[in-house]
């Protein structure tokens, strides 16, 4: 199993080198401790694309067909989309609004590159945003949850996973919300786990 990591996600800021990764043409990196290495696009049976911006799937013809090409061989390729529905709102301002992503997704699926079924929706973190000016973004109340869920259910999208905000995992959003003036409310547990169920 091969899994391209969201947080420094390669399907979106570096399609190319991973196309030419799943092609064995450029080192992977393991991890810290380990060397680089030539990946075998043979041995690949399990491709895992974690992504908040999916439409270079499409877009990179090079990444595409180095999709599509571990398709052919028969490999599985998982799709773990991130949608937070804070997508083009000054608490994401560089991500696409959640109609653009499921736009997206349906043409990521038209093209066959992923399979419905093996897509999960990650609604990653969940939060109640409030910024120094008095304005507020919230994708906690039931609301938002269902604005989310009729982009992307009628897509086939059936797992859906969601964590909620915290300051111990989360450090780097922290940091980042503080320089954009803004701060997240603390959320009970027990709100996270009715939206989960």
Not at 162 to 170: E, G, I, P, V, W
Request: glycine content about 8%; charged content about 25%.
């Amino acid at each position: 199993m091969l899994s391209a990591s969201r947080t420094r996600d390669p399907v979106h800021r570096c399609p190319e080198l991973l196309a030419a990764m799943l092609r064995g043409q450029a080192d992977v990196r393991p991890g810290r401790t380990r060397p680089a290495e030539r990946l075998r696009p043979e041995d690949v049976g399990v491709l895992v694309l974690w992504t908040k911006q999916p439409a270079a799937i499409v877009k990179s013809r090079v990444l595409g067909n180095a999709i599509g090409g571990l398709l052919a061989q028969g490999a599985i390729v998982d799709l773990q989309l991130t949608v937070t529905g804070f997508g083009g709102t000054p608490v994401e301002p560089g991500i696409p609004a959640p109609v653009e992503v499921a736009r997206t997704l349906d043409n990521v699926m038209k093209a066959g590159l992923v399979d419905p079924r093996l897509v999960k929706l990650r609604i990653d973190p969940l939060a109640r945003v409030r910024f120094d000016d008095g304005s507020v973004y919230d994708n906690t109340t039931d609301d938002a949850q269902a604005r989310l869920l009729d982009l992307f259910v009628p897509l086939g999208v059936g797992r859906v996973t969601c964590s909620r905000l915290d300051d111990r995992r989360y450090q780097t959003v922290a940091r980042r919300m503080a320089a954009l003036g803004a701060r997240a409310d603390p959320l009970d547990p027990g709100v996270a786990a009715r939206l989960a169920a």
